[in-house]
């Protein structure tokens, strides 16, 4: 089974909208993280937000947040007054267990802003 | 800055060919993992390293090897390039216990086996 499932292969969103992310995850453990990172055209991948299992308030980092609900496994990317550098592929991202360092991705999200 | 750098942006190889990709790292971290890029299939980890001369295969290790022989290089080998290898890759770092652990990546490297 899927660890990390991105259901939304493209999104076009019209500039200065907010756009939602979608990312479910499986998994038994009870401690673990989960990242957001973008890939623009270039290629680098950069870190956005992370959200530990522990947490209780939803992670923000300026106009990025994560919509964390736990028991249905989701860990949705709220991206908010959307901008035309904000198209790129979008991926989530889980590490699991204390000790293991190691981050397991989804298939990603290309998403596109329309001026 | 910190900084992930990869000794080629593009690279084209003929099948067969040993391919070398080396990774280098300038933020003193311990952890080092190499990734393949498929549109569709996301990132998968093909091996990490924890520690200098440490390896362990990831899920994709089949047709690779890794080597590190200094703390901040993580290279990558192909002993025999075919051309479902051709991709791209990607290699990352993170500091051991780091809180909350993510990782750096570089710019990636595109390669395609002809």
């Known amino acids: 089974a899927q660890k990390i499932t991105q259901t939304q292969p493209g999104m076009f969103v019209q500039e200065k909208e907010a756009v939602t992310l979608d990312c479910t995850y499986d998994?038994?453990?009870?401690?673990?993280?989960l990242f957001w990172y973008k890939q623009p055209s270039s290629g680098e991948m950069i870190f956005l937000i992370y959200?530990?299992?522990?947490?209780?308030q939803n992670a923000t980092e300026g106009r990025y947040s994560l919509n964390f609900q736990k028991a249905r496994k989701s860990a949705n990317l709220v991206i908010s007054a959307s901008q035309l550098g904000d198209s790129a592929m979008y991926f989530c991202?889980?590490?699991?267990?204390?000790?293991?360092?190691?981050?397991?991705f989804g298939t990603g999200t290309r998403l596109t802003i329309i001026p | 800055d910190v900084k992930v750098t990869q000794s080629s942006r593009y690279l084209v190889k003929r099948t067969g060919e040993k391919v070398f990709l080396e990774c280098v790292q300038d933020?003193?971290?311990?952890?080092m993992f190499w990734y393949r890029q498929d549109p569709g299939l996301g990132l998968r980890l093909i091996y990490f390293?924890?520690?200098?001369?440490?390896?362990e295969k990831g899920d994709i290790p089949e047709g690779y090897s890794v080597s590190r022989e200094k703390k901040e290089r993580f290279s990558l080998i192909l002993e025999s390039a075919s051309t479902n290898q051709t991709s791209m890759y990607l290699c990352?770092?993170?500091?051991?216990?780091?809180?909350?652990?993510?990782?750096?990546f570089g710019p990636g490297t595109r390669l395609t086996v002809l």
């Open positions: 990352a770092s993170s500091l051991r216990g780091g809180a909350p652990g993510e990782q750096f």
């Open positions: 998994t038994s453990d009870q401690s673990y993280g």
């Open positions: 959200q530990g299992s522990y947490d209780e």
């Open positions: 991202a889980m590490r699991e267990a204390f000790g293991n360092e190691k981050l397991t």
């Open positions: 933020m003193d971290h311990e952890n």
């Open positions: 390293s924890y520690d200098v001369k440490m390896k």
